[in-house]
């Protein structure tokens, strides 16, 4: 189960937040190449799911995501992410839930690539309010492939490693509270599944 919070914030705050003593420490920076897939009727999405394919470092995952609960920028869903060969998908030994590996197993011939994000993350793990929490600020972009349509992608994702669900709230708000000033951290609802699919929309 995955419970995070999601932030959007501005490009000419990103200074500010990373003048933050939290944010200040060694953290870790990885390139991460992600492939988003559904059917021509968009299966997945109408059952407000996501497949992914990541290369991260050298490292290709498969992530498989389902619908969750989304209010104020935080959201809960399950979530199953492992090793994998890019194409194969496959779900029959990626996800413990056997009707559903069986389903996607079942739409897996259908499924095709429709959008790409292509972004930098920097990550911290932060102790706070009796919490493990990861901090990932991510930086780049949306696309849809052969095709001229992008979109910028600048996002603040703060995901409970353990502890109290409140702790996600409590830290940004210490976040937005910088020594060059406060940075105005908004919630936002939409995945970057969700911004993808909106965009590949735009290519019909």
């Known amino acids: ?4 919070l999601k932030l959007t914030l501005d490009a000419a705050d990103l200074p500010c937040l990373l003048a933050h003593p939290l944010l200040r420490g ?33 490292q290709w995952l498969l992530t498989v995501k389902t619908a969750g ?20 998908l496959e779900f029959d030994t990626l ?35 009796g919490a493990q929490i990861e901090v990932a600020l991510d930086q780049g972009r949306i696309h849809v492939p052969d095709t001229d349509l992008s979109e910028p992608l600048l996002e603040l994702e703060l995901e409970l490693l353990s502890g109290p669900e409140e702790a996600l709230m409590a830290l940004a708000d210490v976040l937005r509270q ?21 965009l590949w929309g735009r290519s019909r």
């Open 1 to 4: 189960m995955e419970t995070e």
């Open 26 to 58: 060694a953290g870790s920076t990885q390139r991460l190449l992600n492939t988003y897939f559904d059917t021509a009727d968009l299966a997945l999405q109408k059952r407000r799911m996501a497949v992914r394919e990541r290369l991260a470092g050298e």
């Open 69 to 88: 609960q989304s209010a104020g920028g935080l959201s809960r869903r399950q979530e199953w992410e492992g090793p994998t060969t890019p194409g194969a």
């Open 95 to 129: 996800v413990n839930e056997p009707a559903l590996a069986q389903e996607l197993m079942a739409l897996r011939p259908n499924l095709r690539a429709l959008f790409c994000t292509d972004f930098e993350r920097q990550r911290w793990v932060i102790a706070h309010a």
């Open 178 to 198: 910088t020594p060059q000033g406060t940075v105005p951290l908004a919630p936002s609802d939409a995945s970057k599944a969700q911004r993808g699919m909106a």
